[in-house]
Each structure stands twice: as C-alpha cells, then as structure tokens.
C-alpha cells in the first residue's frame, strides 16, 4: 500500500490539475454517455491529492481553511444555500443533481486557483484556452457547411455509439435549405458553443496578430450567425462596446475595426450575389430583435416559449416569498406543468434561474460579486504598471460583459463547467495581479 501511495504521489499535482482544467473546457465532448472525460480525470486527481493532504496535513492547516472560504464565499453560501433547500424543493432528484453540478463547478474554480499560482502557469492556462478554441473553431466550420459532425454531439450519426442520445437538429430548417448546418462543436449544443466563443474571444484577440485576428473574428462571427445565438451575438457586441467607451484605444485596434467592418461589407456583398437566399436566412436566423418580440402567449415560437417559462417560474416564485424553489425547482416546476414545444421545461434564461430557484440572497450575491470583481479588473487594467496584465484585465472586464449577456441564449448554465473555470480564472488572475502589480 505504501509503495502504490509513493506511485501516486509522484504524479505532479499541477499537470493532473492542467488536465482537470483542461477536460473541463471540453466538458461532453470527450466521454461515454453521462460518463465525461473530466469525471475520470476528476476523481484521479481527487486520489491523487487525497494522499498529498494525507502524507503533507495540507487540508489541516489553518491558512489554507481561511484561504478556501474566503476567496470563495459566495459559491459557498449558494452551495449551502441548495442543501438546505431539500426541506422545501418540490424534487429531490433534481435538488441533488443541482448540487452536484455545483460541487463539480466549485472544484473547477479551486483548480484554477491552485493552478494559477504564478506567470508561467496564467500563460500556459490562457494556451490551453486557446488551444481548445481553435480546436471547436475548426470542427464548427466543417459542422456548418455539413461536411462533418464530431462523433459524440447528440445531432450526429454516430452519437449512439457513444452512449447519446441521437436527437434531431429541426429547429433550423431554412438554414438547411441554404447548405448551411449549426455547428455544435465539442459541447453537443448551438448556443453553449457560441457562448464558448464569444466568452473567449476577447483573450484570442490579445494574443493573435494580424490576419489571424480577421479570420477568427470572422469565424466566429460566422458561428454566431449560423447557430442562430442572438444572445451571444448581443453580448459580443456590447462587450466591445464597453471596451471601446471604457479603455483609452490604440490606433492599431482603431485600424483592426476599420479593416474588419471593410471585409464584413465586401463579404455580405459577395455572399448577396452568390447566395442571397443564405444570405437572408442568416440575416433572420441571428435577427437579435427577435428577443424583445412579445408573441401571443399561445404560440409556440422560441421567443414565446421563454416568455410563458418565465411566467410560470415567477408565479411559482412568489410563492416562495423570495426564498426560491429549491436547486433544479423551476425545471421540475415545469415538468409538473408538461412544458411547451416539445417539452421544453428549463428556463433558459440563467439569471431568472438563480434567482427563481436560489432565492434573492443568493440571486444579489453573485450580482454583488460580479461587479466587485468588474471593478477591480477595471482598477487593475488602468493602474499597472506590467501592459500583459493591463490587456489581460481588460480582456476578463469584456469577456464578464459578455457571459452577463450571453448566457441568456443557453438552456441553463449550472453544468456549464467552462463557466466554473471563468470564475475561477478571474478569481485567480485578481490575486496574482494584485501581488504583482
């Protein structure tokens, strides 16, 4: 037993938590049914420090309790917040699933956090990044013109081999009319993969150079239109917004969006002339005021589908008088209720989850959290002295601006573990800024 805890243990705790990190970011799209890639690796690594805090009393010093609580606190009062909602959840199941989604997202943050500890490990977090980007980037754009499917997304023909379930893509039949198919990428859905993109985009654009930013600019762009994610697309745009009327611009980044909105101009032209029916599908598929369309409350288009979820959540809600239905509590409120559609029962609105499920004490700590941490980014982007972790910082103030209004376009963000490592990035690249600066 000794000599197997001497093998585990020489295994560096950075690179299992460099693959934990990195098998998050991936999420569904490596792994066999419910069974991913990151729960393998997880409870590897779970081993693997089990037997470093065993042998070295890491989890029994003081200073590393204090530490876990206090760069953590709101996560770990929603947490809490969600056990002790089983006396009054409608749905245990669904309660304990919540929670677990949870504790997953909680270990995402720690890893980045222990991971993050000095420069040469931020850079090599923010490749890993990258890489994975790219990666989807180049599966996405294959996706879209039908020339390939990645294996394991519920839309493909082999997701059976993989323990999915094989599922339609019907919810965009003009776009298949034109040649044109949305892209899921390694996360099995249009909208978590556009909201991927968007989030990261800002960091792409920090480090590439050159044509390269065009191309992924438009590349994204061209995600974006195909999988129909207005909110995604909404979100990118006010986050560069806010980058524009927050952040003194430098004539390079003034010229990259003169240089970017002439190729657009040139592109939509050539695509009018060779494709104008494509063309005007496109234009519908990602037409962003198709949000704020109040449709009849009868019908059935997504917009209304959103709007009588959010009804319904909120009447159950008020009954609650603020102290929320319980993890899971507005999905198993509609299950009860048979949903709309085609049984669509989650909320997709991520924000009115939280507060509808978690109750308004949680619901005002994270939006409380959120804007101290904007602002210390904001601080830390205007004030140091080193330019990397100036264009860092403002490369996590867009990319916050973003998810706020991206993740409206996704059914819900609670097992979206990219969101966890986010935090948990930005919790990390805040300390080591600050002890650097």
């Known amino acids: 037993m000794t000599k197997l805890f001497r093998i585990i ?17 991936i999420g569904s799209g490596i792994g ?14 779970i081993l693997i420090f089990g037997i470093y805090s065993i042998e070295n009393k890491f989890f029994l010093k003081i200073e590393n309790i204090n530490l876990l609580i206090k760069k953590n606190k709101i996560f770990l009062f929603w947490f809490i917040w969600t056990v002790l909602s089983f006396s009054w959840t409608i749905n245990y199941n669904e309660t304990l699933k919540y929670l677990v989604y949870q504790m997953f997202g909680i270990i995402c ?7 993050v500890t000095n420069e040469k490990r931020l850079k090599s977090f923010t490749h890993l990044i990258k890489c994975i980007f790219l990666f989807n980037l180049f599966i996405s754009l294959f996706e879209s013109f039908g020339l390939f499917r990645w294996p394991l997304s ?7 081999f993989f323990g999915r379930e094989f599922q339609e893509l019907n919810n965009n039949g003009q776009l298949f009319l034109s040649g044109i198919f949305p892209p899921t990428g390694l996360f099995g ?7 991927f993109c968007v989030v990261i985009s ?43 009327f927050m952040f003194k611009k430098k004539m390079t980044e003034i010229g990259f969006l003169i240089a970017f909105s002439s190729l657009s101009i040139i592109g939509v032209f050539f695509l009018i002339l060779l494709k104008p029916n494509s063309f005007s599908t496109l234009v519908e598929n990602v037409n962003i005021f198709n949000i704020l369309i109040i449709d009849n409350k009868s019908s059935l288009n997504s917009t209304a589908i959103r709007l009588n979820l959010i009804y319904d959540s909120w009447e159950a809600f008020q009954k609650t008088l603020g102290i929320g239905l319980g993890g899971g509590g507005t999905y198993s409120h509609q299950l009860s209720m048979g949903g709309y559609g085609q049984g669509v029962a989650r909320l997709h609105n991520f924000w009115l989850e ?14 409380l959290w959120f804007i101290s941490k904007l602002k210390n980014l904001i601080f830390i ?24 209004v991206g993740t409206l376009s996704i059914s819900t963000a609670i097992y979206f573990l990219p969101m966890w490592i986010l935090f948990g990035a930005i919790i990390s690249f805040i300390d080591f800024a600050e002890k650097n600066n």
């Open 354 to 367: 939280i507060l509808f499920e978690s109750g308004v004490l949680v619901f005002f700590g994270l939006m």
């Open 9 to 25: 243990s020489s295994f560096h705790i950075s690179k299992c938590l460099y693959l934990l990190i990195g098998s998050a970011l």
């Open 381 to 404: 982007a205007k004030t140091s002295k080193r330019k990397w972790i100036s264009d860092i910082s403002k490369a996590f103030c867009i990319s916050i601006i973003i998810f706020i």
């Open 109 to 115: 943050i720690l890893s980045v956090k222990y991971y």
């Open 202 to 244: 800002p960091f792409i654009f920090l480090h590439a150079k050159g044509l390269n930013i065009i191309v992924c600019f438009m590349s994204i762009i061209w995600i974006l239109l195909t999988s129909g994610s207005r909110a995604a697309m909404l979100g990118l745009l006010i986050g560069f917004l806010f980058y524009f």
């Open 32 to 45: 066999y049914g419910k069974l991913y890639l990151y729960h393998i690796i997880l409870a590897f690594v």
């Open 154 to 160: 519920p839309y493909s023909d082999y997701s059976n």
């Open 189 to 195: 859905n249009p909208n978590n993969l556009s909201l």
